[in-house]
């Protein structure tokens, strides 16, 4: 009997080991601004997996990532790369080695803090008319 409750016991210590109890949930919203004249499509690139995001002029599409418990597939910063298209004719494509401000990868880097409070934090990116100027060509391909 002693055997099988030191089992137990033991058992018990090597499962709970590592783990964190949390309190409270952390929460960081981040704000994607479209001032650029043109509907925007995003298309971030994370390990082989693409995903759409579309921000329509003058509208803003959010996304919030929950640090204690949320995925990361969906989140646009933590893509590989991304490729933003302008208006269905122009792109540009971000990969995350690009040190440039403009990079959306880039998040704490190229993001405005407009929100701090206890547990919650939010940031904002604004596409302008001038990233859009600064495109390629999609020459009839853009996806």
Known sequence: MKKIISSVFALFVVVSCGREIVDSQMIDKFNYVNKSNDDINIFSYHQGKKIKHDI??????SQQLEN??????????????????YGNSKYKTWKSTDNDTRNIILRF???TKTSEKENYN???F???????SLTQPCNGNCN
């Open 68 to 85: 204690n418990f949320g995925s990361i597939d969906d989140i646009i910063f933590y893509a590989d790369s991304v490729k933003i298209i």
């Open 56 to 61: 329509f002029k003058d509208k803003t599409y």
């Open 126 to 132: 604004i596409f302008t008319t001038q990233d859009a």
């Open 109 to 111: 880097d190229n993001y």
């Open 122 to 124: 939010e940031y904002q």
